[in-house]
T-cell receptor, first 109, second 112 residues
Framework: GIQVEQSPPDLILQEGANSTLRCNFSDSVNNLQWFHQNPWGQLINLFYIPSGTKQNGRLSATTVATERYSLLYISSSQTTDSGVYFCAVRNSGNTPLVFGKGTRLSVIA | DVKVTQSSRYLVKRTGEKVFLECVQDMDHENMFWYRQDPGLGLRLIYFSYDVKMKEKGDIPEGYSVSREKKERFSLILESASTNQTSMYLC???????????FGQGTRLTVV
């Protein structure tokens, strides 16, 4: 099956710094999503982005499907951005999402 | 807004008990999924369903069963709970076309 790798596994930032999280996948995809897992465990949808670029406030994402990677950018990080960020993909038809292991982000004041 | 609701946020059960985890979605989605999340192992798919009364095994179905009697509800059943089923359980739904998936708030199950 499709493999999803996220990097870095852990990231510590000072408040106000910018960061880039990466997601590599091993096959073509028809769905790619970025999630943020909050401290209570819920997965919050950030972006549905099988290709192209999207922005939502301080967050933006780019997926280059032909090169099999996606990037999540966080600008001017805040302590509330802390948590685990997951990339998940679907590579054909109606198959379930396959998740990467996540990037644990800690933003310190 | 899509809403996926799991019946409990925290649950403590005894070894050998039969446990039901319930998930309800309000967007008329065809697809529903159950994942479990463990430290170092990420999210792993247990079962999924494309339609009422249909079910498919995921990567780790052993020790679990599911029920989908109505389109909006997908239940995960632990027939005889064991301590190695202590985990975070996450339910999700999406439209049949395989577009954006939405997750419930999660159920943290402890089996003692």
């Amino acid at each position: 099956g499709i493999q999803v790798e996220q990097s870095p596994p852990d990231l510590i930032l000072q408040e106000g710094a910018n960061s880039t999280l990466r997601c590599n996948f091993s096959d073509s995809v028809n769905n790619l999503q970025w999630f943020h897992q909050n401290p209570w465990g819920q997965l919050i949808n950030l972006f549905y982005i099988p290709s192209g670029t999207k922005q939502n406030g301080r967050l933006s994402a780019t997926t280059v499907a032909t090169e099999r990677y996606s990037l999540l950018y966080i600008s001017s990080s805040q302590t509330t951005d802390s948590g685990v960020y997951f990339c998940a993909v679907r590579n054909s038809g109606n198959t379930p999402l396959v998740f990467g292991k996540g990037t644990r982000l800690s933003v310190i004041a | 807004d899509v809403k996926v609701t799991q019946s409990s946020r925290y649950l403590v059960k005894r070894t050998g008990e039969k446990v039901f985890l319930e998930c309800v979605q309000d967007m008329d989605h065809e697809n529903m999924f159950w994942y479990r999340q463990d430290p170092g192992l990420g999210l792993r798919l247990i079962y999924f369903s494309y339609d009422v009364k249909m079910k498919e095994k995921g990567d780790i179905p052993e020790g679990y069963s599911v029920s989908r009697e109505k389109k909006e509800r997908f239940s995960l059943i632990l027939e005889s709970a064991s301590t190695n089923q202590t985990s975070m359980y996450l339910c999700a739904s999406s439209a049949l076309t395989g577009t954006e998936a939405f997750f419930g708030q999660g159920t943290r199950l402890t089996v003692v």
